[in-house]
């Protein structure tokens, strides 16, 4: 008798706690909303790019945020709202051209591009300058083109010591946390479809 009292006992605690456990749990479940404020600009900048970290090693976009060679690059990149893109785990082969490289097109070509309604020829020139994949200035030596990530391809040059991605020279690599920046001394254009 003492048995099934205790576990009566047992099983009518049970039930208390699962109760009381469930109840807990129906607490609030509103959804917050943003301030009235920051329903503006800042309410379209999400995901993985906006995150602050100083700990750990700068990736692609942040290399590229962090040079003052690169404005216009990293202005281009905002246009065409690739920064999340840029962030991925990777691993990710961008070819960054100079802010020279972009002064070097014809007059009036990256006003244009930057516009709204360009947009879509903004990603596309720009995801022609990523490759998956993390590869040295002399490992690239190996290739004769890469697969880009807009689904086209570029042709690989060496000419000496140099490389040349697209017609354009890699003058400089960096080590990124998600793959390689290479500098490059001209913007890579893909190839326009007839």
Excluded: W
């Amino acid at each position: 008798m003492k048995t099934t009292t205790n576990l009566k006992l047992l099983i009518g605690s049970f039930c208390i706690l699962m109760l009381l456990a469930s109840c807990k749990n129906e607490a609030k479940t509103e959804t917050p909303t943003a301030p009235a404020d920051m329903q503006t600009e800042d309410a379209k900048k999400t995901g993985q790019a906006f995150i602050k970290d100083d700990e750990s090693r700068p990736n692609v976009l942040q290399i590229a945020i962090g040079s003052p060679d690169h404005t216009t690059l990293v202005a281009a990149v905002q246009a065409a709202e690739l920064e999340n893109a840029l962030v991925n785990a990777g691993p990710l082969m961008v070819f960054a051209p100079t802010n020279e490289a972009f002064d070097a097109l014809p007059e009036g070509t990256v006003e244009d591009l930057l516009k709204p309604e360009n947009k879509d020829a903004l990603a596309n020139i720009l995801k022609y300058h990523v490759t998956p994949g993390k590869y040295t200035k002399d490992f690239l030596k190996k290739f004769k083109k890469l697969g880009q990530a807009n689904d086209q391809s570029v042709m690989v040059e060496v000419k000496g010591d140099d490389v040349y991605v697209g017609g354009a020279k890699i003058i400089a690599s960096i080590d990124a946390g998600n793959g390689i920046v290479h500098v490059v001394d001209k913007v890579i254009l893909p190839p326009t479809e007839e």
